[in-house]
């Protein structure tokens, strides 16, 4: 089975991080609460570069240059990439599918979150985003 590849675009603002915050309301009326770094899949024929500024203005309406390469995650189904990116046009609001797809059971908003707070909220690849902080590139 191939793994799916994704992109990440970490852009931080001060000491805020720029999130997706998602509430999924499970069968039994329980619900998880957590945040995502913005980004999604590659498509065909598309460089990592390309998904990832055409997520980014898909999903949060913004349009972003890339300044650095943080690395990436993988596990058995997939590999993520992470940049670290800069917006340059727009204001940071919801998008594409994940406007459309908003419910009360299925709910997302962009969110800031502190840099200070990263340990108290459930978000992934908190490792990206401190090396994005820190400007901690590699070389490609």
């Known amino acids: 089975m191939e793994k799916r590849v994704s992109v990440r675009g970490i ?14 309301v499970n069968d039994d009326e329980t619900f998880n609460e957590y945040y995502v770094i913005p980004g999604g899949g590659i498509e065909k024929d598309e460089t990592l570069d390309e ?13 972003v240059d890339i ?4 690395g990436f995650d993988e596990n058995d189904t997939s590999i993520a990439h992470f940049f670290k990116c800069r917006i340059v046009s727009g204001i940071p609001i919801l998008g594409g599918e994940e406007l459309e797809r908003c419910s009360r059971e299925n709910y997302y908003e ?8 990263l340990d108290s909220i ?18 490609l």
Do not use: P
């Open 51 to 63: 998904t990832l500024k055409r997520e980014l203005k898909e999903e949060l309406s913004i349009d």
């Open 11 to 24: 852009i931080i603002d001060g000491n805020e991080l720029h999130t997706i915050f998602r509430r999924r």
């Open 122 to 139: 459930d978000i992934l690849a908190k490792d990206m985003i401190i090396k994005a902080y820190n400007n901690q590139f590699i070389k």
């Open 110 to 117: 962009v969110r800031k979150v502190n840099i200070c707070d």
């Open 67 to 70: 300044i650095g390469y943080l």
